[in-house]
């Protein structure tokens, strides 16, 4: 019991931040913001709910979900690893009964490895094979191997359905008027999750689709 109590809120605190990210990078990007909405309200069209076979048509949602993990993976630091036996990394001999830590947000934000690692670009992922299912280790919010997390396909789906939402329903203003580069991005890092150090505070404005006119 105590377990799955653990995972419940490891898995909810984690989306949530994941979210609240996404949205505060689209609102930074007023042509992404659009384009996002309107591929959710093309897809959902008058439809009173959406359902899971609308948000495996929406590309661009998927691809802005990657790039907020890319960007803002909410655990930096992966699950510690333990060495059985020696290992050499480049130039480094690693004894074993070492603990590793991988830090997935500077991979994820290696000039090396990404064009434009700074830069929120869910174009980025339209029609490339990258995914973050373990396979490409440039790209590892989730970790990879046995040890990847469990829940990482139950908390993508929890993250696309509940953005499509927020996009569809409601447009989003700042507080006062604000612009997208008035948007506070600093960091509060935690001992696991990396939240935003000044909290998201929008003003939903109700979007009413045509059936409800």
């Known amino acids: 019991m ?21 949205i505060t990078e689209l609102k930074k990007n007023p042509t ?9 309200r093309r897809v959902v069209g008058n439809k009173y709910g ?7 048509q929406m590309d661009y949602l998927k691809c802005v979900a990657k790039e907020t993990l890319r960007l803002h993976p909410p655990v930096p630091f ?18 074993p009964k070492t603990r590793v830590f991988i830090n997935a947000w500077a991979i994820q934000r290696d000039p090396k490895l990404w064009d434009r690692p700074e830069e929120f670009l869910p174009e980025r992922f339209v029609d490339s094979p990258i995914d ?27 993250v696309e ?15 006062g008027g604000a612009g997208g580069n ?20 929008f003003v939903p404005v109700t979007h009413s689709p045509a059936f409800l006119k």
């Not at 359905?161 to 507080?175: Q, S």
Request: aromatic share 12%.
């Open 2 to 22: 105590g377990i799955n109590k653990y995972m419940f809120v490891g898995g909810t605190d984690t989306s949530s931040a994941t979210m609240e990210w996404a």
């Open 32 to 40: 992404k913001i659009r384009k996002a909405q309107e591929e959710v």
């Open 50 to 56: 959406i359902d899971q076979e609308d948000i495996d």
């Open 78 to 95: 992966l699950v510690p690893r333990e060495l059985n036996k020696s290992s050499r990394l480049g130039s480094y001999d690693i004894p």
């Open 132 to 158: 973050f299912k373990g396979n490409d280790f440039q790209f590892i919010p989730f970790g990879a191997g046995q040890r990847s997390c469990p829940g990482m396909l139950f908390g993508v789906i929890q």
């Open 161 to 175: 359905y509940a953005l499509a939402n927020l996009l569809y329903w409601f447009d989003w203003k700042l507080v």
């Open 182 to 201: 008035d948007l506070d991005m600093s960091v509060a890092y935690g001992l696991v999750i990396m939240h935003m150090k000044i909290r998201l505070q």
